[in-house]
């Protein structure tokens, strides 16, 4: 989901990369300006410094971004993945380097400003270090701050001035300006450049002779605090979206591709789709692709979060950025470039920190209304102090206070900082959050729909069960069984040969094999005529079935499983029972979600025995079985008539339409693309307790959101009547202000501490 409204059909949508912002009312301006423009929907972040915008076909690149830079702003396309790529090659994108320039700029300034300044508020607030020309030593010092180190503010609060437009740099200009001059007027119009003239610090303002007042502290002081406030700022930024870049960064570099059976290393941009490639032990799998040569296991944490390696043979699909942890495979590229899932990731989480949630858009309605009041609020507080007869320092004095404290930095950084966090570390989890409308979602849920296949279980059958007639030993069952089934490419078989596989280790080779569609396959393994089948098999082999094995497959097959009847030399010599087996984590994930507050609804196609089977091993109390396809939407539509608000997790094509309609739709990343793209949450990895991350990671986000805005708009609402009443130096609410961006920040990176659930030790 996206900021945006719903694009027309022959609609564009188009990434600018903005520069020149400094804060909330910058990022309303350049979106008020793009949204005059006939049939534009823009958005536009403040925090990943882009912007977003859907574009009639009409209304060109160059038009944009000539209409952005008319607001004074700098605009330009991200570069091609090509040229991406090539950048990132060389050291870093353009974007990057650019963003690099103006963080050691504003690292020089600070550096300048903090030594010049120092000396200035100590000489200001320490009688005993003023001597006798301190006072004009400390316009030398600190002329250089409020001019050059300043002059960012200044300069982008002329062009905003040019524009008709007052930001956050028009507050700490005017402030600081004011200050300078104002000090400027008392040396050397009043009386304050008199050789040893003595004044002491106050944190309040007290009423004085403004022509003996300097305010040169004030002027160096607030423009050190407030370059501070921004160089930790900017640096947050990029430590924010590190997981994002780090993200991106995972894929392999160079692969060994195999062409016409000659093995030769190329740059993994020119792989194409259908290319073999070789992986080593230890290497990065370069793309997604399939397994067309070995058997290895597939290290896949850094994309999905999941610890354990991953078994992969020829046949299976394979992710790129993966680490291959065993044997040499040989892959077929399937996709390649943007089209990959780690590319697919990546895209998502973007899509979801441009993105803004309707808290961020009251915040975004408050910042640009805010400046404006604040100038007025200023000289309404000037004209006050004037009229109640106070001296025009102290006047001056708590109108510069006024328009210092109240730059709304922190509820510009309040929401886009905490989803940058939030978003990069649920990626690194396998969650993908596909936009900030979610978080709100996730709040208001309590209740979720879970599907059966390959949601709660493994969608995959399995050996669930093995039943040996008496005298029989059950790892000769498992090897004459197990065997004759490895020549069958039926699912119950594949079942059966890799769990006998698994218990008893090798399985001999039939000397002979024939399939029978629907009944099962005969065979000779080891001298022995082995039958394994339905009973009509047997039967047709006047085989008489054994009673106590009967007895068993009655059992299995009233629990819904699938049951397999094993014979050879003429005589029943048990059973096997397949069946789609739960996920080791599904309980555990279940119960996890019980004391998140959401009461799980196990929904499936499969008949109510098998569902009742599967939801009694979960822990999951209420069933609605026998549903078709077309009928989930409608379950789901059904709960939230009830006045409930519903999440529902599933993976398949068929689970598109009930995703789409419930309030929250997860999907796991295992999954159809279908699904995915129909869901607000994706699972990279297929297991509940990503469900349970998914959920906790979006509830603390919106949390963390919820509690930096409460930061920003309480520190506002209470500092500006104490800097309008006097009560607040203007230096010190230079620092407050450049604090309070600091703590929003730094709220924002705890998520970055976030811990994915662990599985409960098993009993």
């Known amino acids: 989901m996206t900021d945006l409204a719903t694009p027309a059909a022959d609609d564009r949508v188009v990434e600018l990369d903005i520069g020149g912002m400094t804060c909330a009312s910058c990022a309303m301006r350049i979106e008020k300006k793009l949204n005059r423009l006939d049939g534009v929907t823009a958005t536009v972040n403040y925090a990943t410094e882009r912007a977003r915008v859907s574009a009639p076909v009409g209304v060109d690149d160059p038009e944009l971004i000539a209409t952005v830079e008319a607001a004074g ?9 090509a040229a991406a790529g090539a950048a990132e090659a060389a050291g870093a994108t353009p974007v990057e380097a650019r963003a690099d320039a103006e963080l050691r700029s504003l690292r020089t300034r600070l550096i300048a400003a903090i030594a010049l300044s120092v000396p200035v508020i100590l000489l200001a607030m320490i009688p005993a270090l003023q001597f006798t020309y301190w006072q004009w030593a400390s316009l030398a010092l600190a002329a250089p701050v409020v001019t050059w180190a300043a002059w960012p503010f200044h300069r982008s609060a ?71 406030g921004r160089y930790l700022e900017k640096r947050s930024k990029r430590a924010a979206g590190a997981a994002l870049r780090a993200l991106i960064e995972l894929g392999a570099k160079d692969v060994a591709v195999l062409r016409d059976g000659v093995e030769s290393r190329i740059p993994v941009e020119q792989l194409a789709v259908g290319d073999a490639f070789v992986v080593r032990p230890g290497e990065k799998i370069a793309t997604d692709g399939v397994v067309v040569e070995g058997r290895s296991a597939v290290d896949a944490s850094l994309v999905t979060g999941e610890s354990v390696p991953v078994e992969v043979e020829t046949g299976d699909a394979v992710i790129g950025a993966t680490v291959n942890a065993g044997g040499r495979l040989v892959v077929r590229a399937t996709r390649v470039g943007a089209d990959t899932q780690l590319a697919q990731m990546a895209r998502l989480v973007e899509d979801a920190q441009a993105g803004k949630a309707e808290v961020q858009r009251l915040a975004d309605r408050v910042a640009g209304v805010f400046v404006p009041i604040v100038i007025l609020i200023a000289i309404a507080t000037l004209g006050v102090w004037f009229g109640a007869g106070f001296p025009p320092a102290a006047a001056f004095t708590a109108a510069v206070a006024v328009l210092i404290i109240a730059c709304p930095c922190a509820l510009g950084l309040a929401t886009p900082t905490a989803l940058l966090v939030g978003t990069g570390r649920g990626a690194q989890l396998g969650v993908l959050i596909k936009g900030p409308e979610v978080l709100e979602s996730t709040r208001r849920v309590d209740t979720i729909v879970l599907d059966k296949t390959g949601t709660v279980t493994s969608g995959r059958m399995s050996l669930a069960g093995v039943h040996a007639a008496d005298g029989v030993d059950e790892a000769d069952l498992l090897r004459l069984a197990g065997s004759l089934e490895h020549a069958s490419e039926h699912p119950v078989a594949k079942a059966i040969a890799d769990g006998a596989a698994a218990r008893v280790g090798g399985l001999p080779t039939p000397e002979s094999f024939e399939n029978r569609p629907g009944l099962g396959v005969h065979g000779i393994v080891d001298g022995h005529l082995v039958l394994v089948g339905r009973r009509a098999l047997l039967a047709e082999w006047a085989i008489d079935p054994d009673p106590e094995v009967e007895a068993s497959a009655a059992a299995a097959e009233a629990e819904g499983r699938t049951v397999v009847v094993v014979a050879w030399d003429g005589r029943v010599r048990g059973a096997l029972t397949v069946a789609d087996a739960v996920k080791a984590t599904s309980a555990d994930a279940v119960g996890r979600l019980r004391r998140l507050g959401l009461e799980p609804i196990l929904l499936t196609g499969d008949n109510a025995t098998v569902a009742r089977q599967v939801a009694a091993e979960v822990g999951i109390e209420q069933v609605i079985a026998d549903v078709l396809p077309a009928d989930k939407a409608a379950v789901v539509a059904r709960l939230q008539e009830e006045g409930r608000t519903v999440a529902m997790v599933g993976d398949g094509v068929n689970d598109a339409a009930a995703l789409a309609q419930a309030d929250l739709g997860i999907a796991m990343g295992t999954g159809s693309d ?83 659930a662990v599985p409960a030790p098993r009993a």
């Open 158 to 228: 002329l062009v905003n001035l040019r524009h008709g437009a007052a930001t956050m740099d028009t507050l700490v200009s005017l402030g600081v300006s004011a200050a300078f001059l104002w000090s400027l007027y008392a040396l050397f119009l009043g009386t304050a450049g008199t050789p040893g003239m003595v004044h002491g610090f106050e944190f309040t303002v007290a009423p004085s002779d403004g022509a003996s007042n300097l305010y040169l502290e004030v002027a160096a002081g607030v423009t050190m605090f407030v370059l501070l």
């Open 674 to 756: 279908v699904a995915i793209e129909a869901a607000d949450l994706t699972l990279v990895r297929g297991d509940l307790l990503a469900a349970v991350d998914a959920i906790r990671l979006s509830r603390r986000t919106l949390g963390i959101i919820r509690g930096n805005l409460f930061w920003a708009f309480a520190y506002n609402v209470a500092a500006i009547p104490l800097a309008a009443l006097g009560l607040l130096n203007p230096m010190l609410a230079g620092a407050a202000m450049a604090f309070s961006s600091v703590f929003v920040v730094g709220n924002s990176l705890r998520l970055r501490a976030f811990r994915s």
């Open 73 to 81: 702003y700098r605009a330009q396309l991200p570069p091609p993945p």
